[in-house]
């Protein structure tokens, strides 16, 4: 069975200041791994994944996230905060062997001016 | 967002009605999923079509009855429903529901079962 933690219900941070949501994962395989973001009043939308080769990604709105095999993390990262940033982040992962994606609880981030 | 389009946006319900969601994909995608979230819970898979035949039914009771007569649309009819099945019931499409494709979630319906 594959799950997905994010260990973190809410995360605050300082506008201008570096941003990380935490996402670990467990999975039989390799893992197709993406970050999510839903606005309020909105479905999800897709920021970034990971699928293979290049352990860090780039994605929308210059967020960027890193594969870590070896601890079977995929936090999400952003260098500098802007307040349109504060938003509810899932991150989900499937594996390669099974067409299902799991979902993590979601993490509030609020970033403050 | 823009296109995966879901209606209606709001739905309040007698627990002894009948109503239908629809989802519109305009993409070209042939997966289509429901998934139910609530307020307390995370998001949870209901049903997957893969090419119009569904492949997932994640356990959901009768009173869900989805329907995809094509690759492009999605039904989620709903009868004698539950208070607790109050939720944002969201639609999502991608290429197919294999493979590293993401998906696309329209905006949702906000269902209240009164």
């Known amino acids: 069975a594959q799950s997905v933690a994010q260990p973190e219900d809410q995360v605050n941070v300082a506008e201008g200041n570096p941003l990380t949501v935490k996402c670990t994962y467990s999975v039989s395989g390799n893992p197709y791994l993406f970050w999510y973001v839903q606005y309020p009043n909105r479905g999800l939308q897709f920021l970034l994944k990971y699928i293979t080769g290049d352990n860090l990604v780039k994605g929308s709105y210059g967020f960027e996230a890193e594969f870590n095999k070896s601890q079977t993390s995929f936090h999400l990262k952003k260098p500098s905060a802007l307040v349109s940033d504060s938003a509810l982040y899932f991150c989900?992962?499937?594996?390669?062997?099974?067409?299902?994606?799991?979902f993590g609880d979601g993490t509030t981030l609020t970033v403050k001016p | 967002e823009t296109g995966v389009t879901q209606t209606p946006r709001h739905l309040v319900m007698g627990m002894t009605n009948k109503k239908s969601l629809k989802c519109e994909q305009h993409?070209?995608?042939?997966?289509m999923y429901w998934y139910k979230q609530s307020a307390k819970k995370p998001l949870e898979l209901m049903f997957v079509y893969n090419f119009k035949e569904q492949t997932e039914n994640n356990s959901v009771p009768s009173r869900f009855s989805p329907e995809c007569p094509n690759s492009s649309h999605l039904f989620l009819h709903l009868h004698t429903l539950q208070p607790e099945d109050s939720a944002l019931y969201l639609c999502a499409s991608s290429q197919d529901w294999e493979n590293s494709y993401e998906q696309y979630f329209g905006p949702g319906t906000r269902l209240t079962v009164t």
């Open positions: 993409l070209g995608h042939n997966a």
């Open positions: 989900a992962v499937r594996s390669r062997l099974a067409g299902k994606s799991t």
